[in-house]
């Protein structure tokens, strides 16, 4: 079962545009996760959210989650070739199944100069 | 300390064969897990130890699957008689109780 869905499943830009990726769940999680995975490694965790509502920034990645805590977005401003890669909403299952996390299938990015 | 390490970082092997893995995780966590991800699909998790306990399994893991933690240190995740729908990468993740968890570079596993 697929808790989390990605959206869109492919995304191919130029290098200065801005973009944004979704999230979504028709469950609740009590955090979520944002992982970027480059072809061939293994993913790299970029941020937690926890609060609904809650926006973190890093650098030209913003974050948020949604009030119901039902949703994230992920929003690059300003995108550059290094931010090519497959981005990962991550969360634990809301009943059971202990520390497992639950992945979407991702959205893969790809920014061309 | 450099983070989650796995080794090897590429397995080729025949169908039928037997292959193991191997996963050091960050040396203050006590939390270990074990996912796989194949082409176009996101982690999928397979097994979880807290110390050298294995406290859950997933469905995905066949009885031709093994994970070990015997010191409650580095893992080892053992496929039995390798079949060509086990070629995929496989993840190590370690956490810190409730804490965030932290992957390493994973193998990729190719069974021809």
């Known amino acids: 079962t697929q808790l989390l869905e990605q959206s869109p499943q492919f995304l191919s830009i130029q290098e200065g545009e801005n973009l944004t990726v979704y999230c979504n769940s028709s469950s609740v999680f009590s955090s979520l996760q944002w992982y970027r995975q480059e072809p061939g490694e293994g993913p790299v965790l970029l941020v937690t959210?926890?609060?609904?509502?809650e926006v973190k920034k890093l650098k030209r990645l913003t974050f948020q989650f949604g009030d119901a805590r039902k949703d994230s977005s992920l929003h690059i401003t300003a995108a550059q070739p290094g931010d090519t890669g497959l981005y990962l909403c991550a969360g634990r299952p809301p009943h059971g199944s202990g520390y497992a996390l639950n992945f979407g299938k991702g959205t893969s990015l790809l920014v061309t100069p | 300390d450099t983070g989650v390490s796995q080794n090897p970082r590429h397995k080729i092997t025949k169908r039928g064969q037997n292959v193991t893995f191997r996963c050091d995780p960050i040396?203050?966590?006590?939390?270990l897990y074990w996912y796989r991800q194949t082409l176009g699909q996101g982690p999928e998790f397979l097994t979880y130890f807290q110390n050298e306990a294995q406290l859950e399994k997933s469905r995905l893991l066949s009885d031709r699957f093994s994970a070990e933690r015997p010191k409650g240190s580095f893992s080892t995740l053992e496929i039995q008689r390798t079949e060509q729908g086990d070629s995929a990468m496989y993840l190590c993740?370690?956490?810190?109780?409730?804490?965030?968890?932290?992957f390493g570079a994973g193998t990729r596993l190719s069974v021809l």
């Open positions: 993740a370690s956490s810190p109780p409730e804490g965030l968890q932290y």
């Open positions: 040396s203050e966590h006590n939390r």
């Open positions: 959210v926890v609060t609904g509502g």
